[in-house]
DNA sequence: CCCTTTTTTTACGCCGTCTTAACGGCGGCG
DNA sequence: CGCCGCCGTTAAGACGGCGTAAAAAAAGGG
């Protein structure tokens, strides 16, 4: 799973690039439609795994936007609205919204209700979560390896690490982000633990651990989680 | 499937009836508690499909409750509470909150956003009853287990830990998890049960009990269940 | 009330995992 | 050239989880 893409369907350019800018600091990957008519297509084109609607939209009506959508896909839909009035919020829902924002609204809300979303589609599509590396296959949520026949028997804190490398596949996660992830924020500063096992888990998931071709050295940075492509 | 169950953990009483009477009104099950505490021992013994919780408690924080459910069950949780902070809404759902509603609140909406949370557990059920394991026949629903002619005697608690790992055949499960179901979330912390009873099990089920092909350990996790492949 | 089955409790030894420490290579910089 | 920071590599010891057995307590059934 690389980096999850947000399809943004707002027409106003200012907090478009506002969100984009938002969601991109978190490493997620963005998809902006200015119209409704142009959201329902790029959400069909681009197969986002999410998005993020406004319902006060020009030429197509919200609420039409996720009808289209939700005739086709399961995708996770947050709605942002200035219209704070309960019927169109109970109308959103029940046209197969997730989630209703009111504006104003804290971008700190916001990425977490789009985790909440993420965290759904997650759990919805089991099996998405399987990556190859080289010849490695590995489920995250099934807690599973293996190199064609033979599995790879990997330990809890292996689990976590490779789960949080993998949920920024492609991307660079810095020492401390994997180390209060894993060991605590106590232990933030602990780099060793990193290069230990780092080290194991090349000897496990690497045809040449000496040189990585997989699981990258960021140096002075932190480390990186690179998959096959297709 | 009968009409849902919700639990409600809200202590001032005047709510509480309020949200009672909306959600029955609704045709849904309620199950009320009026405190954290209480609340996560509900959540375990009631087995609701989801929950609405306030995060304003006087004994258990709400975010803890949150933390404490989430540790063995996925049921949808839907947060109330007074707090406006975005602080205390992030805190919310990345515990694992699905939704976060601020007083006041419509009930139109409340009952749009309960019906958000049910379609997503709609989405994530799934069981087949009966299952092979090595030459042992497995039959939940009339719990009954036989080796060929013979039949294998399985006690209660023996059949509810199977129920439980056969209901998420092929991922791991918990000690917690295992734990809170069986034995409430009172003994969530007695791991020696379940090493006992795994190795009843095994003795009962597996071929050789000392290599285990279908009831596996996850050490430092839990354990799971592989049936055989067709 | 007694016997059987089931559950809970206790104890112990083994083995995997984590932690910790030490060493060597590599590159930058003064 | 020598120092220093960062990383990889290895190994050994500490620690905790796990399996195992068996006895004590509780529950169930006649």
Redesign the interface.
Same mark, same amino acid.
């Given at each position: 799973m690389p980096a999850p893409a947000i399809l943004i369907v707002e027409d106003e350019p200012e907090i478009r690039r506002f969100l984009r800018a938002s969601l991109a600091a978190e490493g997620y990957r963005v998809v902006e439609a200015a119209g409704g008519e142009r959201g329902v297509i790029d959400a069909a084109s681009h197969k986002p795994d999410m998005a993020i609607i406004d319902l006060g939209l020009p030429d197509l009506d919200g609420v039409e936007v996720i009808r289209r959508i939700r005739a086709w896909s399961?995708m996770p839909i947050v709605v942002l609205s200035a219209r704070v009035q309960?019927?169109a919020?109970?109308d959103a *829902? #029940?046209a197969g919204? #997730? #989630?209703y924002i009111t504006k104003p609204f804290?971008v700190?809300?916001l *990425?977490?209700?789009v985790?909440?979303a993420l965290r759904?589609l997650a759990?919805?599509a089991q099996g998405c979560a399987v990556l190859t590396l080289g010849g490695v296959r590995l489920d995250l @949520?099934?807690?599973h390896a293996s190199r064609g026949q033979d599995q790879i028997h990997l @330990?809890?804190i292996e689990f976590k690490l490779l789960g949080c490398l993998a949920r920024h596949l492609g991307l660079v996660v810095t020492h401390q982000h994997l180390l209060t992830e894993v060991w605590g924020p106590t232990h933030s500063s602990d780099t060793h633990y990193l290069r230990v096992y780092m080290r194991q888990l090349r000897e496990k998931l690497e045809a040449d651990p000496v040189r990585p071709k997989h699981l990258l050295t960021e140096i002075g940075v932190g480390y990186r989680l690179l998959a096959d492509e297709d």
């Open positions: 399961p309960e019927r919020k109970i *829902l #029940d919204a #997730d #989630d804290g700190g809300e *990425l977490a209700r985790r909440v759904h759990r919805s @949520t099934k807690r @330990t809890p």
